[in-house]
Structures are given as structure tokens and as C-alpha cells.
Nanobody
């Protein structure tokens, strides 16, 4: 059974940083595009960042540009989300996802596998 395991969430003050990690159990996932999404209470799940399988292409939602960085280590089958200058509005459950394609996408419906999510809470 395919597993995506996120870690690194927690409680941080505004202006602080967190680094999320997502490790995949399936070795072939190292050749697939990966993304991060988030869902705040009462809101729909939304795109945050995505990266192609080589790491050469990445996309960000406007609200996190310049603050968040997505990266990957294919040898470890892991994708990361470095989050700096965190704001209270970044509070959400963060999910990693894998798309069975080498190309990154901003579209939630184009991802095939999802992690269980990790809570990020930013206090003001």
C-alpha cells in the first residue's frame, strides 16, 4: 500500500519558520511530480506549491511566493516545504500529494496520492 507520511508541522509564532517533509513509501514516486496543498477550517483545500520530478520547475500560489520554498530529494524519495515568515493566515492542515506525471500541476484534481496531513498553526 502506498504511503505518504508528512512531518514537521506544529505551533509557531508569526514570523517564524517550519519545514515540512513528506516521505513516500513507493520508490517509483521519485520520478513523479509532487505538490503541497492546505486546508483551513471551513475552507476548501487549496494549492500551495508544486515541483516537477527533476526539481527544475516549481509553482507557488501568490500568497506564499517569496516566503515558501518547495524542494525534493529523489534519493530519499522526500519532498520538503520550507516555510518562512509565517503568518496567522497560513494556519491549516498541510497535505503532500503525488501526481503520476513528471510535470508539476497547480490543480488538486490532477494528483493521485495524498498524505494524511500535518497541522500548522501560526499564532499572532
Amino acid at each position: 500500500q502506498v504511503q505518504l507520511v508528512e512531518s514537521g508541522g506544529g505551533l509557531v509564532q508569526a514570523g517564524g519558520s517550519l519545514r515540512l517533509s513528506c516521505a513516500a513509501s513507493e520508490l517509483t514516486f521519485s520520478t513523479y511530480a509532487k505538490g503541497w496543498f492546505r486546508q483551513a477550517p471551513g475552507k476548501e483545500r487549496e494549492f500551495v506549491a508544486a515541483i516537477s520530478w527533476t526539481g527544475a520547475t516549481s509553482y507557488y500560489t501568490d500568497s506564499v511566493k517569496g516566503r515558501f520554498t518547495i524542494s525534493r530529494d529523489n534519493a530519499k524519495n522526500t519532498v520538503y516545504l520550507q516555510m518562512n515568515s509565517l503568518k496567522p493566515e497560513d494556519t491549516a492542515v498541510y497535505y503532500c500529494a503525488v501526481r503520476r506525471s513528471t510535470y508539476a500541476s497547480r490543480r488538486l484534481e490532477e494528483y493521485d496520492y495524498w498524505g494524511q496531513g500535518t497541522q500548522v498553526t501560526v499564532s499572532s
